[in-house]
């Protein structure tokens, strides 16, 4: 028996994938978390076999989710369960350690065969998607992405600096290196090309 622990923001689509899953009767789901800090939560109480994520979640994101587990050395596989088919958000799972990066719009019946390749060891990634990966590098650093993705939901530097424990300044200077390494004009043009490339 395979255990999935589901992370996904919108109920809806959660409890759908949990039906769907709950129709192989080689997968058990052990539970299921609205955002990225109840999933961490989960895997480290249940050690799930897979952690079936969304990438875009409340509190922490999918990727985030993944490389967390992966530091903490968590028997779990990672699979990413997306919209995004976007080259960007790929290179990051895999550097995350991520073992399978699924889109939504696949068959459903491809999920659980999916998943048991995962929990078998295998890789299972969509392959147009990996020749995209290697070809447009991310120049973002962990920190200019995250005050970069604070800046596109219309928080102020100050509201960046609180957040994240860092000076005004500091965050400025994070926000007019990204600017810079975009070619942007400004951190709300900056945001748009970095979550477009899949950097956010």
Known sequence: MIRVLIAEDQAMVRGALAALLALDSGIEVVGQARDGREALDL??????????????????????VAAEIRRR?????????TTFARAGYLRRA????VSGYLLKDAPS?????????????ARVIDPQLAAEAWTDADPLTDRERQVLRYA????????????LNLSEGTVRN????????LGASNRTEA????????WL
Request: proline content about 4%; glycine content about 10%; cysteine-free.
């Open 43 to 64: 895997s480290t109480s249940l050690l799930p076999d897979v952690l079936l994520t969304d990438i875009e979640m409340p509190e922490l994101t999918g990727l985030e």
């Open 152 to 163: 596109g939901e219309g928080a102020s530097s100050g509201d960046i600096a609180d957040r």
């Open 174 to 181: 994070y926000l007019s290196e990204a600017i810079s390494k």
């Open 109 to 121: 019946s491809m999920l659980a065969d999916a998943i048991r390749r995962i929990k078998s060891g």
């Open 73 to 81: 050395k968590l028997p779990i596989r990672v699979a990413i369960l």
């Open 191 to 198: 945001a748009r090309i970095a979550r477009q490339k899949g």
């Open 94 to 97: 895999l550097d995350a350690g």
